[in-house]
């Protein structure tokens, strides 16, 4: 399965970019918001990095392959796409907006927001905050606070790691957003040879992070 992409954008079109990358096309889905990101500035020698959802069911059999420009974006996909009635294909025209500000007008209970939304709507905003409300907390602190703290460059093996244990330490044990973060950072930068998320959660608690 296809986790991560790099290579040049050859080719853009209203929703989708064809990225060449090791050699092959891959036509890849992105919302406007992600768009923005990933072409704004870009040249033809630039490249471009891309975290992917590859979606294939009995009602799309041909895959699909869905761009995010970070493993945030792409995590707060994955909780969206838990809402009944919204596919992955109706996400992705729906999130135009950063991810901060949809967490929180979930958090918030702002049905007209999420209702302005494409393809969205009264009704299924009302589904939204029933299905994630509690569950973005995280999602919105991380764009309160993402600008002032510092981040250690990770790479895409490591940042998956990251992502995953700084689930664990805030949805099971408590710690904040801001709190997780600081923790994983000081750990990787302890120990760089981290290679699994259990490495990472023993040097976190080992050095009384």
Do not use: W
Not at 99 to 111: F, L, P, S, T, Y
Not at 123 to 145: N, P, Q, S, V, Y
Not at 177 to 201: D, G
Request: glycine share 8%; net charge negative.
């Amino acid at each position: 399965m296809i986790g991560y992409l790099e290579g040049h954008i050859i080719h853009c079109e209203a929703d989708a970019v064809l990225l060449l990358a090791g050699g092959v096309g891959y036509e890849v889905l992105v919302n406007s918001f992600t768009m923005g990101r990933v072409t704004a500035g870009t040249g033809t020698d630039d490249v471009v990095s891309l975290y992917i959802y590859y979606h294939v069911s009995e009602r799309q059999p041909k895959p699909v392959l869905i761009g995010f420009s970070s493993l945030e974006d792409k995590a707060f996909f994955q909780l969206f796409i838990s809402v009944a009635a919204i596919g992955p294909m109706k996400a992705v025209k729906a999130l135009i907006r950063p991810v901060g500000e949809i967490a929180r007008a979930i958090e918030q209970k702002d049905v007209t927001f999420l209702g302005q939304l494409p393809g969205i709507g009264k009704r299924t905003a009302e589904k939204i905050i029933a299905t994630l409300h509690g569950k973005t907390m995280t999602f919105m602190e991380h764009a309160a606070d993402n600008a002032c703290d510092p981040v250690l460059p990770l790479t895409p093996d490591k940042q998956e790691i990251a992502l995953q244990v700084a689930g664990v330490l805030v949805e099971q044990l408590g710690h904040s957003s801001a709190s997780a973060r600081r923790m994983i950072q000081a750990a990787f930068e302890k120990h760089p040879e981290i290679h699994t998320p259990e490495n990472l959660l023993d040097a976190i608690y080992q050095e009384g992070l």
